[in-house]
Every structure is written in structure tokens, then in C-alpha cells.
């Protein structure tokens, strides 16, 4: 065990806070809380914040860089932790290679290159990965993914590709200056996704809708979020942290 009781009880106690306020969504939004999943971004905190967010009932964890992901899932594999594993970041193709068969999730796919790379490499280990198209609904230029325009040529190339199931859609709000300014995005990112459910190749497959974090989690389950990402609600803030 790496971490210490003080800090499990930190993180536990944060999960669960989060926990609450989901639960108080759903309720508001006419919905059961149990078709949102909570992950939780230990992204730059040590290895030990994982572990004890893991074990303290967190059973999803995301990092956001593959450097950080990689040696995480290997330390609690050796300690026989074995969370659902998300990649929410930026992924280059250079750096597919060492996360196929890894991640329970990719929800950061936003080429169509991405796409062909994690395909060649899930078909040559002979393995399937479930993978979201990841829409820059905002229109951000400091954002990455497809525009809302042409996620319905992506989906349809992504379908034909070997090695991949497509899951559904992941995107990111701005940041809120006012209270309910991530709500637009969140809803026609929804209108997007029950768009796309027509017409993929499998709808039963097509059902994780990730969005949401620690700022905007809220609004984001009011407009039919199945993942929210939560970082600094649960680990704190990464700007005070001394590594």
C-alpha cells in the first residue's frame, strides 16, 4: 500500500460528494443514476492518488497523457489493482503502440488517421478497441476533434475499419465564465449523438455519451451524459501540488 488512510478518506470522501451530486442531477433530469459512470483523472498526481481513489470504490480512472497512463496501470497491475482504464487526452499516433490492450475506453479519437492507426494495431494483436469520435462541438480553435459536420463521415469511414468499436461520442465544453454557458454544447453534442445512433453499423454498441467535468458535470448529465470526467473535485487542485 502506498498511500496513507488520511489520503483514501480524502479521495473516498470527495468521490462520494460527487457521487451525491450526480445522484441530485439524474433526479432533476428525470434519470437513474446509475447510467452515469464517474471517472476519476488522477492526471499529474502520483501514482499513489490512483491507488487509493481505486480503493476507496472508484473503479474508473482516466489519465490524460499515455506517459502517465502506462506507468499507472503497470504499478497497480503489479499491486493487483485492476481499474477500468480510460485515455481522455490527446493521442498521437506515435504513441498508440503502448496502450493497445490497455485502456477499457479511448475517448480522445479525433482523426481519422488516430482512427486507421489504433485499427492496424488492435488487428494485428487480435483485439478489439472501444474507442469515442471526439467532437469540437464548441468550435474552439484550442480544442481538438471533428467538427459537427463531419462526424457523420467519420463514424461511417470508423465503421469500416477492423480492430475498433465505436462507442459513441466524447466532447468539451468552454470553460464557464457563467453558470449554464456549457449546457448549449452539451445539448447539441446529445442531438449529434442520437443522429449518429441511426446510423452506425451496430446501435446497440453506440451507447457512451462522455461528458462533463469537474465545473460543468451538472449541466452536462442534464443533457444526457453517460461518463463525466472529474479531476479536481476529487483529487484537488493540480496546481498546488508539489511532485
Not at 145 to 174: H, I, Q, Y
Not at 197 to 213: E, F
Request: overall charge negative; charged content about 25%; proline content about 3%.
Amino acid at each position: 500500500m502506498d498511500y496513507t488512510t488520511e489520503l483514501l478518506e480524502r479521495l473516498k470522501n470527495n468521490a462520494d460528494a460527487v457521487r451525491r451530486n450526480i445522484e441530485q442531477a439524474c433526479a432533476e433530469a428525470g434519470r437513474d443514476a446509475s447510467e452515469v459512470t464517474l471517472i476519476g483523472v488522477s492526471k499529474v498526481f502520483p501514482v499513489e492518488y490512483a491507488e487509493a481513489a481505486f480503493a476507496g470504490g472508484l473503479k474508473n480512472l482516466a489519465e490524460n497523457r499515455v506517459q502517465e497512463l502506462v506507468p499507472k496501470i503497470e504499478r497497480l497491475d503489479e499491486l493487483g489493482l485492476h481499474p477500468n482504464w480510460h485515455l481522455i487526452g490527446t493521442l498521437q499516433r506515435n504513441k498508440v503502440k503502448y496502450i493497445i490492450g490497455k485502456t477499457y475506453l479511448i475517448h480522445s479519437v479525433n482523426t481519422l488517421e488516430l482512427a486507421e492507426e489504433i485499427s492496424k494495431r488492435s488487428a494485428a494483436a487480435g483485439i478489439v478497441t472501444d474507442i469515442l469520435l471526439q467532437g469540437n462541438i464548441s468550435g474552439e480553435e484550442s480544442k481538438h476533434g471533428f467538427a459537427p459536420d463531419e462526424l457523420k463521415a467519420a463514424a461511417e469511414a470508423v465503421s469500416a475499419m477492423e480492430g475498433v468499436r465505436m462507442r459513441g461520442l466524447m466532447t468539451m465544453a468552454p470553460i464557464e465564465t457563467k453558470p449554464g454557458e456549457a449546457r448549449p454544447v452539451f445539448a447539441r453534442t446529445r442531438e449529434l449523438f442520437e443522429e449518429l445512433k441511426a446510423q452506425v453499423k451496430d446501435p446497440s454498441c453506440w451507447d457512451v455519451l462522455s461528458m462533463g467535468m469537474s465545473g460543468d458535470y451538472r449541466e452536462a448529465i442534464m443533457e444526457g451524459s453517460t461518463c463525466v470526467r472529474i479531476g479536481t473535485a476529487i483529487f484537488g487542485d493540480r496546481k498546488a501540488l508539489q511532485v
